[in-house]
């Protein structure tokens, strides 16, 4: 039986990566020094931006358009054992919402360049952060506890 629908996304934006194909994507997100890739927002969401070059880091919240969203388990790769997929981080899921802490490189407008990203060419945007500990720390030197 279907899981009842009570909420709505919109999409701000597309990602843009070199993985064309779920196998190439990196694990986990682990490409500090991996490729360059491009967030693009909406052109009327740019001003939403304004103050983001501050952060060092920003956490990318992506819709994985491509996944299955029918697993209740799974066995993670080389593991051999099933588990609940609410105890894994793999991208198939009820409500496949991916998350990376990736290093911003620079702005372009309504652009964002970035390190870091483990999705495919395409993915749609779901939201943008600053990362929680590059905001606590900037909050702390300016007194803003």
Known sequence: MPL???????????IHTPFTA???CPRQG?????????IVLLPELEPALDGIERFERI???????????????????GDGAARGTFSLRSPLRPNPIGTSS????????ATLLVRGL????GTPL???KPDRCSYAVQARAKGQD
Do not use: N
Not at 4 to 14: A, E, K, S
Not at 118 to 121: G, I, N, R
């Open 4 to 14: 009842p629908t009570d909420v709505g996304l919109t999409f701000i934006g597309t």
């Open 126 to 128: 779901v939201d943008l």
């Open 102 to 109: 990736v290093r911003l490189l620079r702005r372009d407008g």
């Open 59 to 77: 956490e990318v919240l992506y819709w994985l358009h491509l996944a299955r969203r029918d697993l209740l388990t799974q066995s993670p790769k």
């Open 30 to 38: 682990d490409v500090e020094d991996g490729p360059e890739c491009r």
């Open 118 to 121: 483990d999705c495919l060419d």
């Open 22 to 24: 779920r196998g190439m």
